[in-house]
């Protein structure tokens, strides 16, 4: 059925239920998972004419900030999977849009699934910070399992 399932991770509590639920399938369909965080890429500070540019991290502080971040929520998801039994490789992708992350590593690693969560904002919520599961929905042309 699936063979290899894509796991969008921002390390919350509900990207460790999708994950959870993603080893169990992939155990259940003899599949292999990948696991994935995006972050922003670094974008230094504006500069204003009049004011000293006096950067409040550089860019290799912020890649190992974010480094460890990732490290976190990936080792989650690999923690699922390996209680399933399911192998699992894991990679940090740079991209300003989550979503468009999440879709483009869906088509390059050929994956069959993606499994995910949503926060299940609604409202003026949803509007104003955007669903990134939203838009994987609507981009992808890889199928979408949305965990809550």
Partial sequence: MYRHILVPTDGTALSNKAARTAARLAKATGARITALHAVPPFAPPMILEGYPYLPAYTQAEYD??????????????????????????????????????????????????IVMASHGRRGLAGVLLGSETTKVLTHSKTPVLVCR
Avoid at 78 to 99: H, I, L, N
């Fill in 64 to 113: 190992a900030g974010m480094r460890k971040q990732a490290d976190k929520a990936l080792d989650r998801v690999r923690s699922e999977a390996d209680k399933a039994g399911v192998k699992c490789a894991v990679a940090m992708v740079s991209d300003e849009a989550p979503w468009r992350a999440i879709v483009k590593a869906a088509r390059t690693r050929k994956c069959d699934l």
